[in-house]
């Protein structure tokens, strides 16, 4: 990657920490909330998967913030955020005053999907724990 690649890269990573990092603290802040709304949407053991999901979003995060194993963590990101979307914003069983926020948000997630692999493919970069351990390599 070229310098400007790599400018690209990091600004694009603290992009998509901007959304990950503030869900994941709004999670532990609110938590019994949140337990409740994972509760509303079925899911098995909520407080569970309010638990595996700050871990995923808060760790994560820090972990594409630094830089760090961000080929791996990019991808497990892209798969819970498709899961979320699925179970979260599931426009095509939504009533139909919410349909068109649902499939917004759907789509969004899509969307945060598709820069989560292009972040998978190209990796961490120069301006990260990953580019500090392949230049000592």
């Known amino acids: 990657m070229n310098s400007y690649q790599n400018s690209l890269n990091l600004l ?4 998509i920490v901007a959304l990950f990092l ?18 509303s949407l ?10 595996v999901t700050i871990i995923v979003e808060v ?3 820090i972990a ?6 961000v080929r791996l963590v990019s991808s497990l990101l892209a798969l819970f955020t498709l ?7 599931a426009y095509w069983s939504a009533p139909a005053e919410a349909a068109f926020v649902a499939q917004l948000l759907f789509f969004k997630n899509i969307a945060v999907i598709g820069g989560l692999l292009a972040l ?3 990796g961490a970069g120069k301006f990260s724990v990953d580019g500090l351990i392949l230049k000592k390599a």
């Open 12 to 15: 694009g990573r603290l992009l």
């Open 22 to 39: 503030p869900a994941g603290l709004s999670k532990i802040t609110g938590f019994d909330g949140t337990v409740a709304y994972f509760t």
């Open 42 to 51: 079925g899911l098995f053991a909520p407080t569970l998967a309010v638990v």
């Open 59 to 61: 760790l994560g995060s």
């Open 64 to 69: 594409l913030l630094v830089g760090y194993k």
């Open 83 to 89: 899961a979320a979307s699925i179970v979260g914003h």
């Open 120 to 122: 998978a493919s190209s």
